[in-house]
């Protein structure tokens, strides 16, 4: 039964992805209001938000798009940075909405950011702590709870990113709509693009759940 979950969640996880990148190309064919690139889109939403702090930079890659707190950069790939499109100005602006977050002190990104070292730390030994606990469920049962805690707080990590991607895409679509970027004609697209890059989060929160309860069965002697 658990390997139909998996599977499931696994065919999701494939038609998510290859829905949001079948909207981003579509959506980055069709230009935007004023012929602004994404970089535009990005310093535009910054200053109009009373941010100057935070500086746009070009970073190499694709969907390698983030908001980094440390540095206080919005960093966008190739084609958002240079791109005139849609999807560029979404990307763009959702990757502000993050820096806005952090100019107003949102509460789920601020619990997010503390989480980082620990589930960063997690991230790098729970797939061998988990082994090992496997291996040995019957005589150090110990081990396997260590690796539950720490897949757990990957779980909690993956659950507060919801609020705050979800509310960084509202962020950007309510400026995006006000500031004329986008009009009736395209910000339905807009949307589309935000709302398909959310799904994988959703996604891929509600696999590490069902992982986890896995490995939780595993620990309570109830395998399959």
Known sequence: MIWIIFGVFMLLSWLVGYQLKSRI???????INYGLSGKEVAEKMLRDNGIQDVSVVSV???LTDHYDPTKKTVNLSKEV???QNIS???????????????????????MRSSLVPIVSF???????ILLAGIL???????????GIVLF???????FITLPVEIDASNRALAWLNTSGVTDIRSHDKAQS???WAAYTYVVAALSSLATLLYYIMIYMGRRD
Do not use: D
């Not at 979404?90 to 502000?96: D, F, I, L, P, T």
């Not at 997690?122 to 061998?128: E, T």
């Not at 040995?136 to 260590?146: R, W």
């Not at 757990?152 to 993956?158: Q, V």
């Open 25 to 31: 190309k579509e959506y980055s064919k069709i230009p």
């Open 88 to 110: 560029a100005a979404a990307v763009a602006a959702h990757e502000c909405g993050h820096a806005v977050q952090h100019a107003k002190a949102y509460s789920f990104l601020q």
């Open 60 to 62: 190499p890659g694709s």
């Open 136 to 146: 040995m469920v019957q005589t150090m049962p110990q081990i396997l709870l260590a």
């Open 193 to 195: 693009a935000l709302r």
């Open 122 to 128: 997690a991230s790098n030994w729970v797939q061998w």
């Open 152 to 158: 757990g707080l990957i779980t909690i990590f993956s």
């Open 81 to 83: 940075y240079y791109g």
